[in-house]
């Protein structure tokens, strides 16, 4: 069963800045698309950051210019800068493949105060 950790959280005043990390336990991870989610309070997860195999990204236009995913295959980490951050990206970011395994990890917070 896949592992997923993510930390990097917190509290933050809008315009500022977060780096979160995940770290999975999967065999094949370098082959996997890996997408950061988040789930804003009472909203359905949403992709916010994409990385393919081989670095190539992908973004909706919500986080486009302010985050950037990266990944480390040979630690089987996956992290996402978050710059000019905004109230409205307070939630809880979680990392799964895309499409997502049925495992989730704890996910971690981030809040935004304006």
């Known amino acids: 069963q896949v592992q997923l950790v993510e930390s990097g959280g917190g509290l933050v005043q809008s315009g500022g800045s977060l780096r979160l990390s995940c770290t999975v336990s999967t065999e094949f991870f370098s082959s996997d698309i890996i997408g950061w989610y988040h789930q804003a309070p009472g909203k359905q997860r949403e992709v916010v950051a994409t990385?393919?195999?081989?670095?190539?990204?992908s973004y909706p236009d919500s986080s486009k210019g302010r985050f950037t995913i990266s990944r480390d295959d040979a630690q089987n980490t996956v992290y996402l800068q978050m710059e000019s951050l905004k109230p409205e990206d307070t939630g809880v970011y979680y990392c799964?493949?895309?499409?997502?395994?049925?495992?989730w990890g704890q996910g971690t917070q981030v809040t935004v105060s304006s």
């Open positions: 799964n493949r895309i499409p997502p395994w049925a495992n």
């Open positions: 990385i393919f195999h081989g670095g190539i990204t």
